[in-house]
């Protein structure tokens, strides 16, 4: 299948991923005139009414970039929408979307077929967050037009299925958009997800410590200084297994390595469960890929290094390629 035309022409096969706090319309506007896909959760627009003046503000500067660019145009953003039952704003939030013609909404937490109706209503595509066989085949049946494969190792709420395994899997019975999350830090990790079957790596750590982010400057350097033996996976915070920076969590008086487990029918998405901290705020989400994350720097800068880096491992590939045809037939 072919991908959807908002998700064509992309100067390279990226999405933002929607960072909790941290994506705010600088970096989402910075992502896409990079070049690919700025996204951002709409809880982060707070209060509710806020979400109106952002993407006002995103639409109107992309069309301006755009009409003054017009040979190298912005690409597409999205917003995250949470669709658990917590989320009281899931009705006004979404009729925002419908509102500006969101070109794509990431949908997370939940499938509803009324959600994806609205988003179609106008021309506009879904993606669904899951972590396994049966949250994909649900999320298609509930009309997402594609998926995003949350494998291990990715930052905040993540999977524990290795991404060979899990894109191979949801490869044998749907052939749309695809992206993969799970320790994506660098161009190169990029052309290994297109090589494995997914259409778009799905990055999110690394933007967290670029100037434009909204994340404070211990979280930033938390990121940078990171490596993957600093990530901590636990379900104590929200309810939901996920990633964190273990600094932080030592920060708030824990030890990581004796962690309790959280019960995960009282999701709370920002009360730090048992704990007076708080997720996203206090406790700080990360991937294991931050080991690849070594300085600070713009989004520009962050994206014209992916460049670089994913056009020489494409040529990497492409040159390993050759020589294994070359030895096969020399041996035939």
């Known amino acids: 299948m072919a991908l959807p035309p908002v998700l064509q022409n992309l100067r390279l096969p990226v999405i933002g991923s929607p960072l909790f706090i941290i994506s705010n319309p600088d970096l989402v ?45 912005a690409a597409p953003f999205a917003v995250n929408q949470i669709v658990h039952k917590s989320n009281n704003r899931l009705e006004h939030d979404v009729e925002m979307c419908v509102k500006y013609k969101v070109p794509l909404v990431i949908t997370s937490l939940g499938a509803r077929v009324e959600v994806n109706d609205a988003i179609h209503s106008y021309g506009g595509i879904t993606m669904h967050d899951i972590i ?46 695809l992206a993969l999350s799970g320790a994506i830090a660098n161009g190169g990790a990029v052309a290994a997800s297109q090589a494995m079957g997914a259409d778009f790596g799905y990055i999110g750590s690394a933007f967290i410590s670029c100037h434009e982010a909204n994340a404070n400057e211990g979280y930033k350097d938390g990121i940078v200084e990171g490596r993957a033996e600093d990530i901590v996976y636990t379900n104590l915070f929200t309810g939901v297994h996920g990633n964190y920076l273990r600094q932080s969590i030592q920060a708030a008086g824990l030890d990581p390595a004796n962690l309790p487990e959280s019960d995960p ?68």
Not at 34 to 54: C, K, Y
Not at 273 to 291: L, P
């Open 132 to 177: 396994d066989i049966g949250f994909a085949r649900k999320a298609l049946e509930k009309g997402a037009d594609g998926l995003i494969a949350v494998c291990t190792g990715a930052g905040g709420h993540a999977g524990r299925l290795s991404p060979f395994a899990l894109v191979q899997e949801i490869r044998e019975f749907f052939d749309g958009p």
């Open 29 to 73: 506007i910075a992502q896409c005139k990079a070049g690919i896909v700025g996204s951002f959760p709409a809880l982060n627009a707070r209060p509710e009414a806020q979400l109106d003046e952002w993407l006002d503000r995103i639409t109107s500067e992309l069309a301006e970039y755009n009409q003054k660019n017009p040979d190298r145009p």
């Open 265 to 332: 029918s009282k999701m709370n998405f920002g009360s730090g469960g048992n704990t007076k901290a708080k997720a996203w705020k206090d406790i700080w989400g990360a991937g294991q890929g931050v080991g690849a994350i070594k300085t600070r720097m713009s989004v520009a800068e962050f994206v014209d290094q992916l460049d670089r880096e994913y056009r020489g491992a494409v040529s990497a590939l492409q040159e390993g390629r050759a020589f294994s045809r070359k030895a096969t037939a020399d041996t035939e």
